[in-house]
């Protein structure tokens, strides 16, 4: 695990109250360079921890693996720390298993990726959109009760947002049982999103059939490519998706869900996949 929290001093300001010096808890952003081969990919900001899953998660988002087996180990080296003291957590070198192909010239970031940005630096728009090795045609459901319940419980496990109110996180849902199967949080959504991915190829879990991914924020169309990439049938965010998330998600077979608070939601795309019973329809109506 990571340095995922640090403190500094902060002059708290109130109007009214008389101005109070204490320390404040911050969210801890690092450059990772992504190498593979030895060879520089990628660098994105991020929360430090979980960097393999971080990595892995990464590669499948990009096409380059999809299965466990196809990633033989990751090793920290020597980076760059603050002051120009060097770090040893903050490069990341991958070694594909034998026989993988490398990742493609046209994949290198040509500058770094913002814990915001994680499409940045692609060379083309041809290059943004990535094909996986895994349909949509997954047949699992859940049932809108069950959605309405995730964004709860992603919160109440969000230990290092209750310190500093300054991360995102996403999960992993198991669609029919409604167990939580794995959570991150991170700076970036597109991070905390390739760690719960990256979790998956480590456990041999893809694709990830009958699940649900939950994320924290708004749903982009780089988090819907993201869920596609990995096989994931559902995902939903409390905030809003953007159009052409919607588009992607209606293309590949995804089922998009959005402003998912309290009670209510939003199904965008393949709305077939969340289910309303009898009774939950009769009081929406009934309150209506």
């Known amino acids: 695990m990571g340095r995922i929290v640090t403190r500094r001093p902060v002059l708290k300001i109130a109007l009214g109250h008389p101005p109070v010096r204490r320390a404040d808890a911050l969210a ?3 450059p990772l360079e992504i190498r593979v081969g030895g060879a520089p990919l990628a660098v994105t900001m991020r929360t430090p921890g979980n960097d393999v899953e971080l990595a892995a998660g990464f590669l499948v988002s990009e096409g380059v693996i999809a299965e466990g087996a196809e990633l033989h180990s990751a090793i920290h080296c020597g980076g760059p720390g603050a002051g120009g003291v060097e770090n040893t957590y903050n490069v990341l070198d991958v070694t594909l298993a034998p026989g993988v192909a490398p990742p493609s010239p046209e994949l290198r970031r040509e500058f770094y990726t913002t814990s915001s940005c994680g499409v940045c ?5 041809d290059a943004v959109r990535t094909v996986s090795r895994y349909d949509l045609d997954d047949t699992a459901s859940v049932t809108a009760r069950s959605l309405t319940e995730f964004p709860t419980r992603l919160r109440e496990h969000q230990s ?6 300054g991360l995102h996180a996403a999960a992993l849902f198991d669609a029919e049982s409604g167990e939580m199967l794995v959570l991150r949080e991170d700076v970036g959504r597109h991070n905390a999103v390739d760690k719960v991915i990256g979790w998956a190829l480590l456990e041999n ?3 990830l059939r009958g699940t649900v991914l939950q994320v924290s924020g708004r749903a982009s169309f780089e988090l ?3 869920a596609a990439m990995a096989g994931i049938p559902i995902l939903a965010a409390v905030s809003a998706p953007s159009s052409l998330a919607a588009e992607l998600a209606d293309s590949l077979g995804l089922t998009l869900v959005g402003f998912l608070r309290g009670r209510s939601m939003n199904v965008y ?3 077939e996949r969340v289910g309303v019973d009898a009774a939950d329809a009769w009081q929406r109506e009934g309150t209506a």
Request: no cysteine; hydrophobic share 35%.
């Open 160 to 165: 290092a947002f209750d310190k500093t109110g």
């Open 269 to 271: 795309t393949h709305a």
């Open 28 to 30: 801890v952003e690092e």
């Open 205 to 207: 879990r893809l694709p």
């Open 224 to 226: 819907v490519q993201k």
């Open 121 to 125: 630096g692609k060379a083309s728009i």
